[in-house]
């Protein structure tokens, strides 16, 4: 109990001082969750959505893993992403990874460090659809960072496969996908350039038709 002090103190120095600047804030957000975007990061402690996009409490839903993956059959990414855009009706999913991503990098050796090597396979596919690229840069710390970049494109795509997205579009929802990438060195997210609104911008295969 003694280490979790710390974290009360400044729980409560926290509450404090927004009530102080903002007597309503608290009664406001207890009424009320209705952000406009759903964030796909990653796990690491330096990577804080409503920080890096500075946007308060109850103005982004959240779903964070390691190296920002959305698999088909983890249902607990699935089903964030359905509350987010069935129940809260977001308008923006955003995937965001970050350059120096421990993940990424873990999946781009041959260490075996247990069972994560399992959730880091993905990556490695990603890995082995883009080897050509990633080869010829020259470094190690290049093609890290280049597999960053593919592996939040990767997971837009994943994003859009799932029914939940596709049935918002075909429902006339105005629901768009984004890719970006975040640099710890200097506090910056950037754009990946791809947004994906509708089905018709994914590969044939996996537009999906209600019955």
Known sequence: MPDLEELFENNRNWSRRIR?????????????QAPKFLWIGCSDSRVSANEILGLAPGEVFVHRNVA?????????????IQYAVEVLKVEHI?????????GVHAACGHTQLGLIDNWLRNIKDTYARHKKELEQLDNT??????LCELNVLAQVQSV???TIVQN????????????LIYRLSDGLLHDLA???TAADQLETIYRMEEP
């Open 160 to 162: 859009c496969h799932t």
């Open 168 to 179: 918002a579009w075909t429902g006339g929802r105005q629901l768009a996908v984004h890719g």
């Open 141 to 146: 710390a290049g093609r890290a960072d280049r």
């Open 20 to 32: 102080e600047s903002d007597p309503d804030f608290f009664h406001r957000l207890s009424s009320l």
């Open 68 to 80: 920002n993956l959305v698999l088909h059959t983890d249902l607990n990414c699935l089903s964030v």
């Open 94 to 102: 955003i995937v965001c990874g970050h350059y120096g991503c421990g």
């Open 194 to 196: 791809v947004r994906i």
